[in-house]
């Protein structure tokens, strides 16, 4: 099992960038593929970006191709979201989620653990 909480949100302005962050604990944080969704009020939650074990390997959601970067850092079992040029449409509720295995995993269902979120809002 591991546990995940995220940091890093706040409120921006259109353009602007945050990082965010989420620390896992627990068992082997490189055992995990790890990946960020999001959830806007009245809506789905959406995947955003995945991110095999090693790093070397990422998928992006085509709505922030581009402008968004994930990462991770096995050494200090945390995992990153830079996220640049942000947009007012971009505003939500942020999770960072943990599937075992190695590849890279896109749906929610095949993940087993969630953070608390973290809230991105943008505005002018």
């Known amino acids: 099992q591991v546990q995940l909480v995220e940091s890093g949100g706040g409120l921006v302005q259109p353009g602007d960038s945050l990082r965010l962050s989420c620390v896992g604990s627990?068992?082997?944080?490189?055992?995990?593929?790890m990946g960020w969704f999001r959830q806007a009020p009245g809506k789905e939650r959406e995947f955003v970006a995945a991110?095999?074990?090693?790093?070397?390997?990422?998928y992006y959601a085509d709505s922030v191709k581009g402008r968004f970067t994930i990462s991770r850092d096995n050494a200090k079992n945390t995992l990153y979201l830079q996220m640049n040029s942000l947009k007012p449409e971009d505003t939500a509720v942020y999770f960072c989620a943990a599937s075992p295995g190695r590849g890279l995993v896109v749906r929610p269902y095949n993940y087993d653990y969630w953070g608390q979120g973290t809230q991105v809002t943008v505005s002018s």
């Open positions: 627990g068992r082997s944080f490189s055992n995990y593929a």
């Open positions: 991110i095999n074990w090693s790093g070397g390997s990422t």
